[in-house]
């Protein structure tokens, strides 16, 4: 029996297997043209052809998604869980491209069914696990998740084959950590002196911020509040837009592909700021077959279109 943890993330999902006293992250492969792409996180997006119906999930999706993204039979949807928005039963998911009529819309529950099935397809090829071995799991969601957000998750991991055995909030799960960090510091005093600690979870598509109690074993979420429809994803988009206002010519009537290749870069080079020492974000249109010279955007300009979204 395999023992998981699960972080469904907006961006991408992340799972962890207990092995032997061990946890490892579960590494994600696809086969391509140029070998074989490895990788720690599994991208919560979904490829559908709107011709035939057929639809990939995660990594081959991502990958299908570079190969084909100048077909108009091509849909592609990012940041899966960020449908789960004001969720209710039946909730659909509108597909651009298809007509606008009733069969352009999917079943979010089926799509997210669908997209939890490939990831339980993809441990289980990962890890060398036999098709019927059960998959124990405790999923992790955000603290301001709604009863009916709660509701469908877990029962899209159920519908995938996935056995739930606990749910945990993600501040809890940060403070779980945080607690056994604490108390290997401990060795000589106050080992179990309780502590409150805020827990701030930026994720790709909500930012909440939490306090959590933490006694011993007992970790209790004691307030929660957040913006449910803010997260990286957002920055990725809001600096893509800084870099085209600077791009000359206007390269606003690009194909999807260029622009989510435009997107990734904005990403890749937001993320560089976390090391402390980046000044200036980069991109050069000619990388990407587009006109013009390296545009550059400093960063204390990319904050300052940050901070009305933090405001709240």
């Given at each position: 029996?395999?023992?998981?943890?699960?972080?469904?993330?907006?961006?991408?999902?992340?799972?962890?297997?207990?092995?032997?006293g061990m946890?490892?992250?579960?590494?994600?492969?696809?086969r391509?043209?140029?070998?074989?792409?490895?990788?720690?996180?599994?991208?919560s997006?979904?490829?559908?052809d709107?011709?035939?119906?057929q639809?990939?999930?995660?990594?081959?999706?991502d990958?299908?998604?570079?190969?084909?993204?100048?077909?108009?039979?091509?849909?592609?949807?990012?940041?899966?869980k960020?449908?789960?928005?004001?969720?209710?039963?039946?909730?659909?998911?509108?597909m651009?491209?298809?007509?606008?009529?009733?069969?352009?819309?999917?079943?979010?529950?089926?799509v997210?069914?669908?997209?939890?099935?490939?990831?339980?397809?993809?441990?289980?090829?990962?890890?060398?696990?036999?098709?019927?071995e059960?998959?124990?799991?405790?999923?992790?969601?955000?603290?301001?998740?709604?009863?009916?957000?709660?509701?469908?998750?877990?029962k899209?991991?159920?519908?995938?084959?996935f056995?739930?055995?606990?749910?945990?909030?993600?501040?809890?799960?940060s403070?779980?950590?945080?607690?056994?960090?604490?108390?290997?510091?401990?060795?000589?005093?106050?080992?179990?002196?309780?502590?409150?600690?805020?827990?701030?979870d930026?994720?790709?598509g909500?930012?909440?911020?939490?306090?959590?109690?933490?006694?011993?074993?007992?970790?209790?979420?004691?307030?929660?509040?957040?913006?449910?429809?803010?997260?990286?994803?957002?920055?990725?988009?809001?600096?893509?837009?800084?870099?085209?206002?600077?791009?000359?010519?206007?390269?606003?009537?690009?194909?999807p592909l260029?622009?989510?290749?435009?997107?990734?870069?904005a990403?890749?080079?937001k993320?560089?700021?976390?090391?402390?020492?980046?000044?200036?974000?980069?991109?050069?249109?000619?990388?990407?077959?587009?006109?013009?010279?390296p545009?550059?955007?400093?960063?204390?300009?990319?904050?300052?279109?940050?901070r009305?979204?933090?405001a709240p």
């Amino acid at each position: 029996m395999a023992r998981l943890g699960v972080d469904f993330g907006t961006t991408n999902t992340v799972a962890v297997i207990h092995d032997r006293g061990m946890f490892s992250v579960v590494l994600h492969a696809a086969r391509t043209s140029a070998g074989t792409i490895v990788q720690e996180v599994f991208p919560s997006a979904i490829l559908v052809d709107t011709r035939t119906g057929q639809r990939w999930y995660g990594l081959e999706a991502d990958r299908r998604f570079g190969q084909v993204a100048g077909s108009e039979t091509q849909v592609f949807v990012p940041s899966l869980k960020r449908q789960l928005r004001n969720y209710s039963e039946g909730r659909r998911v509108a597909m651009p491209n298809m007509g606008g009529g009733a069969d352009s819309c999917l079943d979010l529950v089926d799509v997210l069914s669908g997209f939890l099935k490939a990831l339980g397809d993809s441990i289980r090829q990962s890890q060398g696990l036999a098709p019927d071995e059960p998959l124990e799991t405790v999923v992790t969601w955000p603290a301001n998740a709604n009863g009916a957000q709660r509701h469908a998750t877990r029962k899209c991991f159920r519908q995938a084959g996935f056995e739930v055995v606990d749910t945990l909030n993600e501040p809890t799960a940060s403070a779980i950590e945080l607690a056994d960090c604490l108390t290997a510091g401990r060795a000589n005093k106050d080992r179990c002196r309780p502590d409150a600690v805020a827990v701030f979870d930026l994720g790709g598509g909500t930012f909440d911020a939490s306090v959590v109690w933490i006694d011993g074993n007992d970790f209790r979420v004691l307030a929660s509040a957040g913006i449910e429809d803010l997260g990286g994803d957002d920055f990725d988009e809001l600096l893509l837009g800084l870099f085209m206002e600077k791009m000359q010519p206007s390269p606003h009537g690009i194909s999807p592909l260029t622009r989510h290749a435009l997107l990734r870069q904005a990403r890749a080079q937001k993320e560089t700021i976390a090391g402390g020492i980046t000044r200036s974000l980069v991109v050069n249109p000619m990388d990407f077959g587009l006109d013009g010279r390296p545009v550059s955007i400093r960063v204390e300009a990319f904050y300052d279109r940050i901070r009305p979204l933090l405001a709240p």
